[in-house]
């Protein structure tokens, strides 16, 4: 059963950092071609913020750019974001999702086919 899990979401002040965590299971990771960080705040669309190309490409949407870094350890099956010098407009559900196939429009949700459960993250301040 293909399966994707976040963790690490939580509440924290401005400035400060949080390390999401997207545990699969079904594939492997490195058998996603395109794995993307998305997050969704009240009342506005899912927005991507990262995409990780297995070939070795890591992506960000300007509005994380330099604050969250996305990396993956193959032997964990994890995907990260690590998120640092928080904002209050990034305070949001954060999901992971994940696709067998090179996306050319991977901040784009509706391309990919596995997603998980999404985490809070609430940044106050």
């Known amino acids: 059963q293909v399966q994707l899990v976040e963790s690490g979401g939580g509440s924290v002040q401005a400035g400060g950092s949080l390390r999401l965590s997207c545990a699969a299971s079904?594939?492997?990771?490195?058998?996603?071609?395109?794995l993307g960080w998305f997050r969704q705040a009240p009342g506005k669309e899912r927005e991507g913020v990262a995409c990780v190309y297995n070939y070795g490409r890591t992506t960000y949407a300007e509005s994380v750019q330099g604050r969250f870094t996305a990396s993956k350890d193959n032997a964990k099956n994890t995907l990260y974001l690590q998120m640092n010098s928080l904002k209050p407009e990034d305070t949001a559900i954060y999901y992971c999702a994940a696709d067998l196939k090179t996306l050319d429009y991977c901040y784009t949700a509706v391309f990919y086919n596995y997603w998980g459960q999404g985490t809070q993250v609430t940044v106050s301040s």
């Open positions: 079904g594939y492997t990771l490195n058998s996603y071609h395109t």
